[in-house]
């Protein structure tokens, strides 16, 4: 959060959100799904996984509704983040 920017405006609106980077989103949400008694390596080696799939295209994210295409972009979240990734090709079915 930016607290010149709350000092100079005089508003507290910005105050109430956190601005973050989609990759550390995207990291948030990795820890989520894998948990949190994870090994580290396993965590690191999950979020390289991710972003490199994110870089090369093969899905998309939507934050909150609105769909991100750079880990750099920058989020302003309100407490809890709706993180939605969407496969870009169809995948076939494995059948057993």
Same mark, same amino acid.
């Given at each position: 959060?930016? /607290? +010149?920017?709350?000092?100079d405006?005089?508003?507290?609106?910005?105050?109430? =959100?956190?601005?973050?980077? !989609?990759r #550390?989103?995207?990291?948030?949400a =990795?820890?989520? !799904? /894998?948990?949190?008694? *994870? $090994? #580290?390596?396993?965590?690191?080696?999950? !979020? +390289? @996984?991710?972003?490199?799939?994110?870089? *090369?295209?093969?899905?998309? =994210?939507?934050i #909150?509704? +609105?769909?991100?295409? #750079? $880990?750099?972009?920058?989020v =302003?979240?309100?407490?809890?983040?709706?993180? @939605?990734f969407f496969?870009?090709? +169809?995948?076939? @079915?494995?059948? @057993?």
């Amino acid at each position: 959060m930016d /607290i +010149r920017a709350v000092a100079d405006g005089g508003s507290a609106a910005f105050a109430l =959100v956190t601005p973050l980077r !989609v990759r #550390d989103l995207l990291a948030m949400a =990795v820890r989520e !799904v /894998i948990g949190s008694r *994870a $090994p #580290d390596d396993k965590f690191a080696r999950s !979020v +390289r @996984r991710t972003l490199n799939g994110f870089l *090369a295209g093969d899905y998309t =994210v939507q934050i #909150d509704g +609105r769909r991100f295409a #750079d $880990p750099e972009d920058v989020v =302003v979240c309100d407490g809890i983040a709706d993180v @939605r990734f969407f496969l870009n090709h +169809r995948r076939e @079915r494995l059948h @057993r």
